[in-house]
């Protein structure tokens, strides 16, 4: 019996590997989305953000999702933060997690250590004269760390592969 495959779009975009794109609002948010946009037709793009106004934005093919904004200033946000990101590894699945920053993706690659994520953290293209507080954080713990700037490269821990802006 000849069972004919299900190609409808719907079916190819569950079947994709799906990334988690994590960044705070700003300008680790514009990064994210330079980096992920050109990967939007190999790969589901799940996008998360504590910043509430992108979760608005009009575009349907695009997944925002909205988590609470915390940073190491605000400590006791990250607990919250971290079960939200446990209830969207759960619901999600993502197979790979990539971040430009602060947060919220150093809790996610925190949390991603335990599970078989792949996780890519690429630092801050401000931070031009040491890794970011949460990039230094997570270098031990990140599958490949990036930087922006080629004098932080140690060619070992943080590579460099150009800028992308």
Request: net charge positive; proline share 5%; hydrophobic share 40%.
């Amino acid at each position: 019996m000849n069972k004919s495959r299900n190609t409808s779009p719907e079916h190819i975009k569950h079947n994709k590997n799906k990334i988690l794109a994590i960044a705070s609002p700003g300008g680790h948010w514009i990064q994210l989305n330079k980096i992920c946009k050109p990967l939007e037709d190999r790969f589901e793009i799940i996008y998360v953000t504590p910043g509430s106004q992108y979760a608005s934005e009009k575009q349907s093919s695009r997944t925002i999702l909205n988590i609470t904004d915390a940073s190491a200033d605000s400590k006791l946000k990250l607990i919250p933060l971290a079960l939200q990101l446990i209830g969207i590894f759960i619901k999600h699945r993502p197979t790979a997690i990539v971040s430009t920053g602060a947060a919220p993706g150093a809790i996610a690659f925190l949390l991603a250590k335990y599970l078989p994520i792949k996780t890519i953290w690429v630092d801050s293209i401000a931070n031009v004269s040491c890794l970011s507080r949460s990039g230094r954080m997570i270098k031990n713990h990140a599958d490949l760390v990036l930087t922006q700037w080629e004098p932080l490269s140690d060619g070992e821990q943080v590579i460099y592969k150009g800028s992308i802006l």
